[in-house]
């Protein structure tokens, strides 16, 4: 079956500590994007990424790093110099056409202790 | 500036009522896609539209593209439809969808 995991669902760390989250995908889609989910607020984006070995900041990528040296994968790593970084994290991949249309996965919860 | 606003924040109804969520932007879009997020947190694409209406099931959305406005609708709604509904505009010239802030649902039985 084709689509996009996420792992893990649930992750805590203690506070200072770099964490990486995986986002992988089977779809063959070009573009990847990572987003930030805070209680009462829409989706933010983070980084997101057109092609391989190319990415490009969101909204709020301080903090934040990727790397996207494979189609499939598109990691990203929450460095200690993210403020607030207790957060849902979600992954989404779409074909690069006009419409944009997005298929996500199912997120992980970072709690930072 | 490129805004998408949602309203109500919340709706609560009861089993069968139907049930209308709307989505205002601020300026011309290519497309505008209305999601479903469960629970357990997971989201789903509902559908995709850049003008006229779309249905699926129970579900309708419309997009009005002169009043910069789009709905979606549920019919006969169920308990199962409790979830969170976001709307996303792709806006003319971007790469990158802006979210509205969300609706969250409950169907009481």
């Known amino acids: 079956d084709g689509g996009i995991t996420q792992s893990p669902k649930y992750l805590f760390r203690k506070e200072g500590q770099n964490v990486t989250l995986s986002c992988e995908q089977n779809?063959?889609?070009?573009?990847m994007y990572w987003y930030r989910q805070d209680p009462g607020q829409g989706l933010r984006l983070i980084y997101y990424?057109?092609?391989?070995?190319?990415?490009q900041k969101g909204d709020i990528a301080e903090g934040y790093s990727v790397s996207r040296e494979k189609k499939e994968s598109f990691p990203l790593t929450v460095t200690s110099a993210q403020k607030n970084p207790t957060a849902f994290y979600l992954c989404a991949s779409s074909i690069i056409r006009d419409y944009n249309e997005q298929f996500f996965g199912p997120g992980t919860r970072l709690t930072v202790l | 500036k490129n805004e998408v606003e949602q309203s109500p924040q919340n709706l609560t109804a009861q089993e069968g009522e139907f049930i209308t969520i709307n989505c205002s932007y601020s300026v011309g879009i290519s497309a505008l896609h209305w999601l479903q997020q469960h629970p357990g947190g997971g989201i789903v694409s509902l559908f995709m539209?850049?003008?006229g209406k779309k249905k699926h099931g129970r579900l309708i959305a419309t997009i009005n593209i002169q009043e910069k406005h789009s709905s979606l609708h549920i019919t006969a709604s169920h308990p199962r439809d409790s979830a969170v509904y976001i709307c996303a505009a792709l806006f003319q010239g971007a790469q990158k969808l802006v979210f509205g802030q969300g609706t969250r649902l409950t169907i009481n039985p």
């Open positions: 539209l850049s003008s």
């Open positions: 779809l063959n889609h070009d573009a």
């Open positions: 990424s057109q092609i391989v070995n190319d990415f």
